[in-house]
């Protein structure tokens, strides 16, 4: 079963589309799930049935299920939350609990830290692969390599695993104590993609020490692509 995932239907689609990951583990992150037309996504409190009530109705689907997806996140890991308030566009957790939320093509998934871990957290899910002419928008020239074979002969990166990557990249540099300062990153081409044994660095152009280690995996025809810890050199 997927951890936090819901029994019954929604724990289907979990265990389908997430098979547990012995790296997810080891990093010490619970995942949790939900889907748009899960009955329990509902608002948890009077701040988050406001900020719904705002919505246009696809995006408050949305919002309900992944405030859901961040509440089984957190109990996968011991930890219980109530409503999840807006602090502009980013959740507000109450101290001592943290989760990263993305949605795609009506599902929502959120990862939460073990307590005691005081580690990067960010997520991505794209469940619709992206046009090769979206590479652009990703990667600058010395990145380009990924999308070929290398000579190990293990598979290729895509475009929408690296948009992936990236893009959980970008939440977990910036949230928590260690964020960047605000307009550091002005786009995904301004972080560089390098490989690792399992996964990839990811790294800001302008300062290579601020780096994490994401893993970026298939989950139907779309990537999950997830924050596992800093990168060392």
């Not at 080891?26 to 799930?33: D, P, R, T, V, Y």
């Not at 590479?135 to 948009?163: C, I, K, N």
């Not at 972080?191 to 290579?208: D, H, K, S, V, Y």
Request: charged share 20%; glycine share 10%; net charge positive.
């Amino acid at each position: 079963m997927f951890p936090g995932a819901a029994a019954g239907p929604y724990g289907e689609v979990a265990a389908r589309l997430f098979p547990p990951r012995p790296a997810w583990a080891s990093a010490g992150l619970g995942l949790g799930l939900a889907v748009v037309s899960d009955p329990r996504a509902v608002p948890a409190g009077p701040a988050e049935e406001a900020a719904a009530a705002a919505m246009p109705p696809r995006r408050r689907l949305e919002f309900l299920a992944g405030r859901l997806a961040a509440r089984r996140a957190l109990r996968a890991v011991g930890l219980e939350c109530g409503q999840i308030p807006r602090a502009g566009r980013l959740p507000r957790f109450p101290p001592g609990r943290a989760a990263s939320i993305a949605h795609s093509a009506g599902v929502a998934v959120a990862v939460a830290r073990a307590p005691g871990r005081d580690l990067p957290l960010g997520c991505d899910l794209e469940l619709r692969p992206l046009p090769a002419e979206a590479v652009r928008l990703v990667l600058r020239d010395d990145e380009e390599a990924l999308l070929h074979a290398p000579p190990s002969g293990t598979a290729p990166w895509s475009v929408t695993s690296l948009f992936s990557a990236k893009e959980a990249a970008w939440k977990a540099l910036h949230t928590g104590p260690r964020a960047l300062p605000d307009g550091m990153l002005r786009s995904l081409r301004d972080l560089r993609a390098q490989p690792l044994a399992q996964g990839l660095r990811i790294e800001t152009r302008t300062n290579p020490a601020f780096a994490v280690h994401v893993e970026a995996v298939a989950v139907g025809a779309g990537v999950f692509s997830t924050v596992l810890g800093w990168a060392g050199r």
